[in-house]
C-alpha cells in the first residue's frame, strides 16, 4: 500500500525565513507525488506535483519540492515565508486505479507565519 | 473557467436522517472523485467516478454510503441512517483524463456535514 507521512503537524517561522515542510512517502512503485494547499473554507489547491521528469519541481507561489529516491522524501520547501502563506499543507501520492488516479494523504501540516 | 462547485456548503441533520450532496464538476472533466475529511485529517478516498460508472468505491465506508452521477456530470453523494460517526467535510474533485501524469484534480470547496 502507498502512504504518505508529514512530520510536524504545525509549524512555525517568521516572515522572510525559510519555510521546510516534511513529506515521507511509502511505495513499492515509482510513485506520483502532491503537494495540496487548503486555505480555512477553501478548497485544496495545487501547488506541485512530481510526476518523474524532474527530481527538482517548482510549483505556483514561489514553493518547490525535491523528489529524493533514497531517503523516500518530497520536501516542499520556500525561501521566504509571506504572511499569505499562512494555510495548511497536504502531501499525496496517487495509485492507479480503474483507469483514474487515488489520493492518499498525510494529515497535514499547518503552517504559521509570524511577524 | 468555472471550479468545481458543491452544494450546500453547509448541511446539519439529525442522526437517523438521509442526506444528499451535490457536485458541479468542470465542464468536460470525465473523472470525478469524492474524498471526506474528517477534523484534524487529511482527505480520504471514498469513490471515484470514470464517466456515469463508479471505476472504484472501495473507500465507501459501509453500505448507508452510496453515490451516483448518471448523465457523466453532476455526481450526488447520497448517505443514509446519518451517524454522528458521518460529520466531515466532503470533498469533490475533477480531472481531465482517468490516468497518467496529467491527471491533476482540482477540488471543490466541499460540504461540511454535522449530524447532531
Known amino acids: 500500500a502507498q502512504s504518505v507521512t508529514q512530520l510536524g503537524s504545525h509549524v512555525s517561522v517568521s516572515e522572510g525565513a525559510l519555510v521546510l515542510l516534511r513529506c515521507n512517502y511509502s511505495?513499492?512503485?515509482?510513485?506520483?507525488l502532491f503537494w495540496y494547499v487548503q486555505y480555512p473554507n477553501q478548497g485544496l489547491q495545487l501547488l506541485l506535483k512530481y510526476t518523474s521528469a524532474a527530481t527538482l519541481v517548482k510549483g505556483i507561489n514561489g514553493f518547490e519540492a525535491e523528489f529524493k529516491k533514497s531517503e523516500t522524501s518530497f520536501h516542499l520547501t520556500k525561501p521566504s515565508a509571506h504572511m499569505s502563506d499562512a494555510a495548511e499543507y497536504f502531501c499525496?501520492?496517487?495509485?492507479?486505479?480503474?483507469?483514474?488516479?487515488?489520493?492518499?494523504f498525510g494529515t497535514g501540516t499547518q503552517l504559521k507565519v509570524e511577524l | 473557467g468555472a471550479g468545481v462547485s458543491q452544494t450546500p456548503s453547509n448541511k446539519v441533520t439529525e442522526k437517523g436522517k438521509y442526506v444528499e450532496l451535490r457536485c458541479d464538476p468542470i465542464?468536460?472533466?470525465?473523472?470525478l472523485y469524492w474524498y471526506r475529511q474528517s477534523l484534524g485529517q487529511g482527505p480520504e478516498f471514498l469513490i471515484y467516478f470514470q464517466g456515469t460508472g463508479a471505476a472504484d468505491d472501495s473507500g465507501l465506508p459501509n453500505d448507508r454510503f452510496f453515490a451516483v452521477r448518471p448523465e457523466g456530470s453532476v455526481s450526488t453523494l447520497k448517505i443514509q441512517r446519518t451517524e454522528r460517526g458521518d460529520s466531515a467535510v466532503y470533498l469533490c474533485?475533477?480531472?481531465?483524463?482517468?490516468?497518467?501524469?496529467?491527471?491533476?484534480?482540482?477540488f471543490g470547496p466541499g460540504t461540511r456535514l454535522t449530524v447532531l
Open positions: 474533485a475533477s480531472s481531465t483524463l482517468g490516468a497518467g501524469d496529467q491527471d491533476t484534480q482540482y
Open positions: 499525496a501520492v496517487s495509485r492507479s486505479t480503474g483507469g483514474g488516479n487515488k489520493l492518499t
Open positions: 465542464s468536460g472533466h470525465t473523472a
Open positions: 511505495s513499492s512503485v515509482p510513485p506520483y
